[in-house]
C-alpha cells in the first residue's frame, strides 16, 4: 500500500493493482466497506479494474472496448 495520507491517484500501479486484487472476490457490499474504511471511492477502484482488464487486452480489443465505453457514456448522458 502507499505511504500513509497519499491520495489515491498518486498511488503507483502497484498500489492499485493490489487493491483490485484484494477486492476481486468481496460482495458488493464487502467491497463497499472495504473501499469506506481505506477512503477509496468504490467508482475509482471499479476504473482501475477495468484499466487492468483493459491491459490484457490485444490493441483491436481495446479499441472495441474503448468506443462501446464511450457510446454508452454518450447514451447516458443524452438520457
Same mark, same amino acid.
Given at each position: 500500500?502507499? $505511504? /500513509? *495520507?497519499? %491520495?489515491?491517484? *498518486?498511488?503507483?500501479?502497484?498500489? %492499485? #493493482? ?7 472476490? #468481496? @460482495?458488493?457490499?464487502?467491497? @463497499?466497506?472495504? +473501499?469506506? $474504511? %481505506? *477512503? #477509496?471511492? $468504490?467508482? %475509482? $477502484? !471499479?476504473?482501475?479494474?477495468?484499466? +487492468?482488464v483493459m491491459g490484457t487486452m490485444s490493441e483491436?480489443?481495446?479499441k472495441v472496448a474503448e468506443k462501446n465505453r @464511450?457510446? !454508452?457514456? !454518450? @447514451?447516458? #448522458? /443524452?438520457?
Amino acid at each position: 500500500m502507499p $505511504v /500513509s *495520507g497519499q %491520495k489515491p491517484d *498518486g498511488w503507483s500501479g502497484e498500489a %492499485k #493493482l493490489a487493491v483490485v486484487i484484494k477486492t476481486a472476490p #468481496l @460482495s458488493e457490499a464487502e467491497f @463497499s466497506q472495504y +473501499c469506506r $474504511v %481505506k *477512503g #477509496l471511492w $468504490v467508482e %475509482k $477502484v !471499479k476504473e482501475w479494474r477495468s484499466d +487492468c482488464v483493459m491491459g490484457t487486452m490485444s490493441e483491436t480489443q481495446r479499441k472495441v472496448a474503448e468506443k462501446n465505453r @464511450s457510446e !454508452k457514456i !454518450k @447514451s447516458l #448522458l /443524452s438520457n
